[in-house]
């Protein structure tokens, strides 16, 4: 063990979480202003990054707490830049090009940027993810997503 600690507010893990509930409660917020039926995936899938966040921001303040050292953001910080590059580039997308082309952009991104590089694998994660988000909230349920500006009339 080192000499010299990370001062627990600093490390990267709590950083990183922190990030991720403000950037998450900012989306959420837009959600409400939206009807009831069609803000329940965003709603959904934010409220669980934010709480996926608190879990991680606790578990490393207990780490903090217990003395261990602060994993090294400089282990891997283009995964770090590149996940919020790609949060931040999902929501413009969007907003710009609709949600399903996004969506099926941004899947085998963020699986690539996270080291799964097999073809077929990302293919497959794509048309299952969107496939289902398709049949469920599309097809079963009637449900518009939006379409992006540029494709607007």
């Known amino acids: 063990m080192s000499d010299h600690h990370t001062p627990r507010l600093l490390r990267p893990e709590t950083l990183t979480a922190l990030g991720i509930i403000v950037a998450a409660a900012a989306f959420l917020a837009p959600t409400t202003t939206l009807r009831p039926i069609s803000a329940?995936?965003?709603?959904?899938?934010?409220?669980?990054?934010?709480?996926?966040?608190?879990?991680?921001?606790?578990?490393?303040?207990?780490?903090?707490?217990?003395?261990e050292d602060a994993v090294s953001?400089?282990?891997?910080?283009?995964?770090?830049?590149?996940?919020?590059?790609?949060?931040?580039?999902?929501?413009?997308?969007t907003d710009l090009l609709?949600?399903?082309?996004s969506t099926a952009a941004s899947i085998p991104l963020v699986a690539w940027l996270f080291g799964y590089r097999n073809p077929l694998g990302l293919a497959v994660a794509t048309v299952i993810v969107v496939g289902?988000?398709?049949?469920?909230?599309?097809?079963?349920?009637?449900?518009?997503?939006?379409?992006?500006?540029?494709?607007?009339?």
């Open 40 to 67: 329940l995936l965003p709603a959904v899938m934010l409220g669980g990054l934010i709480v996926l966040s608190v879990l991680l921001l606790i578990a490393d303040q207990r780490k903090a707490s217990a003395g």
């Open 73 to 93: 953001m400089t282990r891997s910080p283009k995964r770090v830049i590149g996940a919020f590059g790609l949060i931040l580039g999902y929501a413009l997308a």
């Open 98 to 101: 609709g949600f399903y082309p």
């Open 132 to 153: 289902t988000i398709w049949l469920i909230f599309d097809f079963g349920m009637s449900q518009d997503f939006p379409t992006g500006l540029l494709w607007k009339e």
